[in-house]
């Protein structure tokens, strides 16, 4: 019996040390287990700091050179006063820059003639011939410098004469105080037929001239300029 009892506690020894080591194997399997697993680090969140835009480069406005010629003054008053703005549905619209050129550039030609006129003042103070009422504002004066120092070229190709058909009187409406020589015609932009100067039967329509509205501004010009007649 005693040997029975000592084999019997043996078994229960040799089973509790099995069952130590086998949880010391789970342990060790599970320790291992847990630091093979990647683990991830959130990256840190952070407010975006506003990104300032630098202050744009301003150019300094270009105004016109001092003292202000003669002969700038009287340019810039039959440009403004010719194609400063015109009117469109009831709001007054300013002329395009090659419109006001434009217009500028029949003063020019008409001094290069010789035909109108010796000097600038002479030919814009003609009896018929430019409106030069308005006062010019420093943008007209700068444009008009700009043309007398051959710094804008004529876009019109040697125009001497131009019109505004939206100033003419259209078919049945009063023709009294407009010369209407020219005939009826039609204008884009226009409805209806408006009469043309008689001048224009005798000069060249000068046509297709960039950002110039055509039912605003119609530009002409003499094959020969110097056998041109000055109309009244």
């Not at 008689?198 to 000069?203: D, E, M, N, Q, V």
């Not at 110097?226 to 009244?232: E, L, Y």
């Amino acid at each position: 019996m005693c040997q029975r009892g000592l084999i019997n506690n043996n078994l229960v020894t040799a089973g509790k040390i099995c069952i130590v080591l086998l949880s010391l194997l789970i342990i060790a399997s599970l320790f291992t287990a847990c630091n093979s697993i990647p683990v991830t680090t959130p990256a840190p969140t952070s407010t975006p700091v506003p990104t300032i835009s630098a202050a744009p480069t301003l150019t300094p406005q270009e105004t016109p050179k001092m003292p202000i010629t003669e002969n700038v003054k009287w340019l810039a008053a039959v440009i403004v006063s010719e194609a400063g703005s015109t009117l469109e549905k009831g709001k007054l619209v300013r002329c395009t820059d090659e419109e006001r050129a434009a217009v500028g550039w029949t003063v020019i030609n008409r001094l290069y003639s010789g035909v109108f006129g010796r000097t600038i003042k002479d030919i814009v103070n003609a009896p018929g011939q430019y409106a030069h009422d308005q006062q010019p504002t420093s943008e007209i004066l700068l444009l008009a410098q700009k043309i007398l120092e051959g710094r804008i070229q004529d876009p019109t190709g040697g125009a001497t004469y131009f019109f505004s058909p939206r100033g003419m009187p259209k078919e049945g409406e009063s023709t009294t105080g407009f010369d209407t020589g020219g005939g009826l015609h039609s204008v884009p932009g226009i409805d209806g037929e408006v009469y043309f100067p008689s001048w224009t039967l005798t000069l060249t329509y000068i046509g297709d001239l960039k950002n110039v509205r055509v039912a605003y501004f119609m530009f002409y010009r003499a094959e020969n300029p110097g056998t041109t007649t000055v109309p009244n």
